[in-house]
């Protein structure tokens, strides 16, 4: 797991399921990559960036590697000129859709009334 403050013992010991879950998205941009990624089935790191307004180059390798690193992503690199890097869900990130799905409803809900969602899931 990469190492953050709610990987200190300390703060494990409050509520261990919540600290881990807490270890693994709790990054500024997390949520939404994996969001992305999700509706999406691949992103490349430039649609990423694009999508992600105000995100640095240096903060989504960071966050993507730390994904990456936990096992809710995996990185797909193509040998080719100029280099071509797909991210996808691995089978612990699809596990956690339906979360993102709860969460989303919920910010819908009591967040965001009138929001219109474009990320229906596709027919």
Known sequence: MAENKFTDEKML????P???LQSVIGGKWKILILWYVA???VQRFGELMRRLDGITQSTLTKQLRELEYDGFLHREIYKEIPPKVEYSLTALGKSFIPILQTMMAW???HLC???INPYQEQQ
């Open 18 to 20: 919540m600290s881990k």
């Open 13 to 16: 010991a409050q509520c261990v």
């Open 107 to 109: 910010s819908e809900k």
């Open 113 to 115: 009334p009138d929001y």
């Open 39 to 41: 509706f999406y089935k």
